[in-house]
Nanobody, 114 residues
Framework: QVQLVESGGGLVQPGESLTLSCVVS????????MNWYRQAPGKQREYVAT???????NYSDSVKGRFTVSRDNDKNTASLHMNNLTPEDTAVYYC????????WGRGTQVTVSS
């Protein structure tokens, strides 16, 4: 059974940084594309970033230049390093593999507030 567990969320001030992690089990991690999404209160889920099995990377325009996605295949972990956070980045962040019908973690809350 596939499990994804996010961690690293928290409360930070505008301009600060945060790194999220997603530990994956139940699949051969190195062969799977990993995605990050977020959902702010009252809003639809929003795509954030992708890192492919060959480390091909893509970002949404809203985070490009501020967020960096990475993966450690030896640790079955995907990470999202977030710089220069703004209140608009406040959301629950989810990692995913397999798209909408794939596997999801439970999310980790990121709150950016002064």
């Amino acid at each position: 059974q596939v499990q994804l567990v996010e961690s690293g969320g928290g409360l930070v001030q505008p301009g600060e940084s945060l790194t999220l992690s997603c530990v994956v089990s139940g699949i051969n991690f190195r062969w799977h594309t990993m995605n990050w999404y977020r959902q702010a209160p009252g809003k639809q889920r929003e795509y954030v970033a992708t890192i492919g099995s060959s480390s091909t990377i893509n970002y949404s325009d809203s985070v490009k230049g501020r967020f960096t996605v990475s993966r450690d295949n030896d640790k079955n972990t995907a990470s999202l390093h977030m710089n220069n956070l703004t209140p608009e980045d406040t959301a629950v962040y989810y990692c995913n593999t397999g798209g909408d019908l794939g596997s999801w973690g439970r999310g980790t809350q990121v709150t950016v507030s002064s």
